[in-house]
């Protein structure tokens, strides 16, 4: 037994220090990303366009067109993405088809973003006639972000306690009544994480909307959805790409504008899931 515990001693000491090591190496990253870029940061930085071959102005556009697409994504996937994952938890877990679809959400979740960008590419900018779009980007990255919904949602529905349905069912509740009256008020912290954490996410992707709803640079907002947007993520792969050293200071400056913008959202989820557990 005194061996025993001595492995399990070591085995223990090892995760740790390889846990500490994974998490040094990530918080240093986002620390210097956000010291080197925040220098750069003005009131003017976050409303203004970039100006002379991106060694001046600010990044407004980009701001607003990636809170554009953050909101269209999320109209896009939440509906669809509840939908699926109620139907997985409540109606289709024994049937052949809740299973087809539910490897299809699993399998989709593995899926390089390159391939979303290629598949919105041919079929909502070509085959829909999109084009290079706020809509198209908007509908692809809502594709990527329906896993991580319906799978959230179909986990935070099968961890309820059973005595909740049997209760409502015993009161004489219907089915439908007891997900959108008992159910969803009670995962609603899971669920609402589970979207935070997919928009999180999806707000940093390059591939997808550069190849369906981004443009380098714009002279003007987006008048409508089938206007293509600037967005942070692009921004900076076009100024890294493209661009001497003399504008890689904006680059920088985006790059720890984004990387806030998303430890924000994650904050946000956490919170709000801390919140519940504590009460």
């Known amino acids: 037994m005194k061996k025993q515990t001595g492995i399990d001693s070591i ?5 740790r220090i390889i846990s500490y090591i994974a998490f040094g190496i990530i918080l240093s990253i ?3 990303v956000i010291v080197d870029g925040a220098r750069y940061f003005t009131p003017s930085f976050f409303v203004e ?10 990044i407004g556009p980009a701001i607003l067109g990636s809170l554009l ?4 994504i999320l109209l896009f996937s939440i509906p669809i993405g509840v939908l699926t994952g109620t139907f997985l938890s409540e109606y289709g877990s024994k049937s052949r088809l809740g299973r087809i679809i539910d490897i299809s959400v699993t399998s989709l979740s593995g899926v390089p973003s390159v391939v979303y960008g290629l598949f919105g590419l041919a079929l909502f900018s070509i085959t829909l006639g999109f084009g290079t779009s706020l809509l198209s980007g908007s509908l692809t990255l809502a594709i990527m972000t329906l896993p991580v919904i319906s799978s959230s949602v179909k986990e935070a529905l099968a961890s309820l306690p059973r005595e909740l349905r049997e209760s409502a069912y015993a009161l004489g509740a219907k089915k439908t009544e007891t997900i ?3 159910l969803f008020p009670a995962a609603k912290t899971r669920i609402i994480t589970a979207i935070l954490i997919g928009a999180g996410r999806v707000i940093g992707e390059t591939a997808p909307v550069l190849l369906t709803g981004a443009v380098f640079y714009s002279t003007q907002l987006p008048n409508s959805l089938l206007d293509p947007v600037m967005t942070l993520p692009t921004h900076i792969y076009f100024i890294t ?8 200071w904006m680059a920088k400056a985006t790059s720890a504008f984004l990387i806030i913008l998303i430890l924000v959202i994650y904050s946000i989820a956490f ?3 801390g919140g519940k557990q504590k009460s």
């Open 11 to 15: 085995i223990s000491l090892i995760f």
């Open 30 to 32: 986002i620390v210097i």
């Open 49 to 58: 366009y970039p100006s002379q071959g991106m060694t001046a102005g600010g």
């Open 69 to 72: 697409m953050i909101f269209f």
């Open 180 to 182: 959108y009256k008992i």
């Open 241 to 248: 790409m493209a661009y001497g050293e003399n504008a890689q």
């Open 271 to 273: 919170k709000i899931r």
